[in-house]
């Protein structure tokens, strides 16, 4: 879906640069007027960001920003989530493309998350294998696997947490379906977390999903998507209207391309 969308784009002379880090949005009298990349100033006539919101935010000067840092620690952001990519090297029986592990308490899960703001003691979590349906995603006589646990944003999630809790999908994994030493029958991992978001997206506390959907952050009471101070600067993506997932990101792209074309013409 992506790389078709890339497509489209470039057919209407959108041009993709690649690895190139956004160092700084430079302005003058009220409007941008070029961005610093990988150490190069590049003139615009407006730009419209779809990186991380807080993040886009501190490429400018304090003043220049429509929100300080006390407003985004006082936000309610949806959780991050601890992520297992996993081949086994043989097929697992029992197990549906989807599984919902949720026999333990929900309410302590989400208190984790929301109230104390830690790793949860007795974890849900969600396990997709998609070679079920599809076995040209794994290959013969293998699985393939992932894992998803929401978590708290900003907790620590080094290497011997992450493997504390991949072993604690596992052995439920086991007794699911009655398969014994799935560990010793991954022949591949990967994981990806609250640091890996931060990393590679520049995620707010390492989010994953977001703001959560409260009355106080939804529909107009979102982030803005035009900037109150720079009047050619305008936001997109899943921190603004209307909101997190990739349906509503797309819509988001839309809306401010209205926006946009208000500006200019």
Known sequence: MVLAMQKVAEIQGANFHFN???????????????????GEEHFFDAVIASSDYHHTETLLEAEERNYDEKYWQQKTFAPSCLIFYLGFKEKIQGLRHHTLFFENDLDQHIDAIYGKKQWPENPLFYCCCPSKTDPTVAPRDHENIFLLMPVAIGLNDEESI???????????????????????????????????????????????Y??????????VLKPKIRNKKISNLFYTGQL?????????????????????????N
């Open 20 to 38: 190139h880090t956004i160092q700084r949005i430079i302005t003058q009298n009220g409007t941008v007027s070029s961005l610093l990349v990988n």
């Open 162 to 208: 992450r493997q504390k809790y991949l072993a604690h999908m596992i052995n439920r994994l086991e007794r699911h379906t009655g398969t014994s030493n799935l560990t010793d029958k991954i022949d591949y991992q990967k994981s990806y977390s609250v640091s890996d978001f931060i990393n590679d997206y520049n995620a707010f506390g390492g989010n994953a």
């Open 210 to 219: 977001g703001l959560a959907n409260t009355l106080s952050q939804t529909a």
């Open 240 to 264: 603004t209207v209307p909101g997190p997932g990739v349906p509503p990101s797309i819509i988001s792209g839309k809306i401010v391309a209205r926006e946009l074309n208000k500006h200019i």
